[in-house]
């Protein structure tokens, strides 16, 4: 059976994969990644942390979501043994926000997860009028991670550059847009585009947590896509 290993969102908990995980059950096998919630790890120490948990002696395709798509990439340009195939969701490999949203983002991110995760940023997350047992598991996921930790990984998302590595991409690579992300500026993907230009595209009404949202129809996109990338 296909083994799909899955890196999480700037949480790092893994535990918004529930849905998507039971939408594949039977189709794949999934090995999700957790990242310390009580240490900030930048990109070049995940790299060396993710590699230690890596099939080595199986085939795997690499999905990654929206954090961890600058690093799922310079994970796959190191030729790993057994990577077949990359999906990167709600993805970005230079800083994903405008200018001035970014900058207030820096300046806030020192003290924006000290409290309880406002309705405004669910709503950015997840669209208007979300299903509740969805928001419960956000805020959840979010609480569960120290607020230093989550205000450095912020910076390292502004920050990030992963251009040259993208241009030296060779794996097949499969990207889940999320028609409605307030997130992820629509720019961003044309500069993978214009880097990448065979990178594969499916787009899926809903907002930047493409996965939680629409959890069967992406499933059925990215099965489709790796049965193809063989």
Not at 42 to 51: A, T, V
Not at 58 to 85: C, D, H, K, M, Y
């Amino acid at each position: 059976m296909k083994r799909l290993v899955l890196l999480p969102g700037m949480d790092g908990t893994g535990e918004l994969f529930a849905d998507f995980q039971q939408a594949v059950s039977g189709k794949c096998q999934t090995t999700v990644l957790r990242y310390p919630a009580d240490r900030f790890l930048s990109y070049s120490q995940l790299l060396d942390y993710i590699s230690a948990y890596v099939p080595a002696d199986e085939p795997f395709t690499l999905l990654a979501e929206s954090f961890s798509t600058p690093l799922a990439i310079q994970f796959a340009v190191s030729n790993p043994t057994g990577l077949r195939a990359l999906v990167l969701c709600a993805g970005f490999v230079t800083c994903p926000v405008n200018y001035w949203l970014g900058l207030m983002a820096g300046v806030a991110a020192r003290f924006a997860f000290q409290m309880k995760l406002p309705d405004f940023a669910v709503d950015f997350l997840l669209g208007p009028a979300p299903p509740a047992d969805l928001v419960v598991a956000l805020r959840s996921a979010i609480s569960s991670t120290s607020p230093r930790v989550l205000s450095r990984r912020l910076q390292a998302v502004l920050t990030c550059d992963a251009r040259a590595d993208l241009s030296r991409l060779t794996v097949p690579t499969l990207y889940i847009q999320a028609r409605h992300d307030r997130l992820v500026r629509p720019q961003c993907l044309k500069e993978m585009q214009r880097i990448k230009p065979d990178i594969n595209v499916t787009a899926i009404d809903g907002s930047h947590l493409i996965l939680q949202q629409e959890p069967i129809e992406a499933a059925e996109a990215i099965m489709e896509f790796i049965s193809k990338a063989g």
